[in-house]
């Protein structure tokens, strides 16, 4: 694989200390969840930056697809939910769940547009395999 960008992050303090990028674009307080037993409030958690990396980036490649098929994609969104819970080994694994929301296309064209993101988005291929992925479509709102 040819290499075209690197980010760069480091991280102090573990989940209760702080994340900065070497450009500075990203500096954030970290704290651990009140659902993990923290202190949770005005800060961030790993879980975050990783469902907001991931939201991103299959967003985009959402965007990728539908030009590939030559479908409108104007008011795409992509939530991405992380969980993390505990396994079976006394470690602890992750869950996602992408919601994807298409108004501009019907049902299945919108399924296909999200099938085909989550084969060329980076994140996906990453954890495929190792992470389960659940990738939903969400309806459309009704027009009025």
Known sequence: MRILYTAEATATGGR??????TDGALDLDLAIPKELGGPGGVASNPEQL????FAACFENAVRLAARRRKMPVGQASVTARVGIGPDDSGGYRLSVRLHVRLPELDGEAAGQIANDAHQVC???NAVRGNIDVQVVVDPAPDVI
């Open 122 to 124: 980076p994140y996906s």
């Open 16 to 21: 209760e200390g702080r994340v900065r990028s």
């Open 50 to 53: 990783f469902a907001a990396g």
